[in-house]
């Protein structure tokens, strides 16, 4: 590794000389390093990744889709942070190695991040963080960007998925009897989860760039001041809805339990945390976004926790082929557990109205 990690270096035009590397493992799909160089008057510290092909087909769109918009982050707010990818000596921000693998390269921002948010200062800054993302990107148009993982959060071919699955003879059987019950509450609010999608493919509401993994510990945080510093994890930027990108983050940071907690009691929209995030957010973006796509951030919860639960299902169904699962009913159990959040949801939605109201005043 020593070597080709010096190669890659080598590449990209690092400065000094290669003092040590270690690998850092919170990420489940690409491979990343911490590597230091020396200097004459110091060292330097990188991350240098290698992508998961198998996740990821087409990695150098996504280096594109980077490029692009971290060139527009540093063109228009030249004093934020963001992730600054290396080039080689003919301007690629990626390169192979000898095996034909993947790389890029970044700088290392030191910093800590938060897997679980209960407190609900580090909740606010979360939504500072995403909604500073969202404000620093809405005038950028993200129909130039590639859309990297296609229909990815169409929920009404989502939905469509789960069904016409529900009929194929190749999944039949005593799987999907079990999920009769969810299945009949997913077929009931159907249309009104999928109403969102629809417009947004009807070209009804905007296409804004989209970060798509809106968690918790996708924001880098200060160590000395505990402010957020920068959001993370560009992988999954493409074209796509704002009212997800908040959503995707109500779902995953305001959930009162974890994403497949058995006991459905505990599971329900948090309203402190949900009010907190809500406050970051639209302070930050609240101008940036139309009067239609505030209106619908409550539904958009919605939606994208009925998505996610489709897919778990659906998912389960098949056999777990597509989510990695610790045990063998790991997704009807986080499937139940967001059917759970988003009947709460739903009966929360005009209170969750209410509040994004407030903050967008
Ligand atoms: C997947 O890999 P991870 O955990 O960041 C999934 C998201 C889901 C999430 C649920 C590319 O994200 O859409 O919300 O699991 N990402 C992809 O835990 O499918
Ligand atoms: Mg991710």
């Not at 020593?2 to 799909?29: A, S």
């Not at 969102?196 to 009804?204: G, I, P």
């Not at 990108?245 to 006991?263: L, Q």
């Amino acid at each position: 590794m020593d070597k080709t990690l010096r190669n890659i270096g080598t590449t990209f035009c690092l400065p000094g000389e290669m003092d040590n590397f270690e690998i850092i493992t919170n990420g489940n799909v690409n491979t990343t390093y911490k590597v230091s160089y020396k200097e004459d008057e110091g060292a330097t510290d990188y991350i240098f990744q290698k992508i998961n092909t198998v996740a990821f087909h087409h990695p150098e769109e996504i280096m594109e889709n980077i490029d692009r918009v971290t060139r527009h982050i540093n063109e228009y707010f030249p004093d934020d942070d963001t992730l600054l990818f290396y080039r080689d000596s003919d301007g690629r921000n990626y390169c192979y190695d000898e095996d034909g693998n993947f790389w890029r390269v970044m700088n290392y921002v030191d910093s800590i991040t938060f897997n679980s948010c209960d407190d609900l200062n580090v909740v606010e800054s979360v939504g500072q963080a995403f909604g500073h993302f969202a404000m620093q990107l809405s005038d950028f148009d993200g129909s130039v960007l590639y859309e990297t993982i296609p229909d990815f959060h169409n929920t009404e071919k989502r939905l469509s998925t789960l069904f016409e699955d529900t009929e194929n003879e190749e999944y039949k059987g005593e799987r999907l009897d079990e999920i009769a019950e969810d299945l009949a509450y997913i077929a009931k609010v159907r249309e009104l989860a999928s109403g969102l999608s629809v417009k947004y493919n009807a070209h009804e509401l905007p296409v804004r760039v989209t970060h798509n993994d809106t968690k918790c510990n996708n924001v880098l945080f200060s160590k000395e001041t505990l402010q957020p510093l920068v959001v993370i994890d560009y992988d999954t930027i493409m074209p796509g809805m704002a009212i997800y990108d908040f959503g995707d983050a109500v779902r995953s940071i305001a959930n009162h339990s974890s994403e497949g907690e058995t006991d459905l009691s505990q599971v329900y929209l948090d309203k402190e945390k949900f009010t907190a995030f809500s406050k970051g957010y639209f302070s930050q973006v609240k101008d940036s976004l139309t009067k239609e796509e505030i209106e619908s951030m409550a539904l958009g919860a919605f939606s994208i926790t009925i998505e996610l639960a489709s897919r778990f299902l659906d998912d389960y169904i098949k056999g777990d082929v597509y989510f990695n699962v610790a045990y063998p009913k790991h997704n009807l159990d986080r499937g139940r557990c967001q059917l759970a959040l988003a009947k709460d949801m739903y009966d929360n939605l005009d209170d969750m109205k209410a509040i994004i109201e407030e903050m967008c005043k």
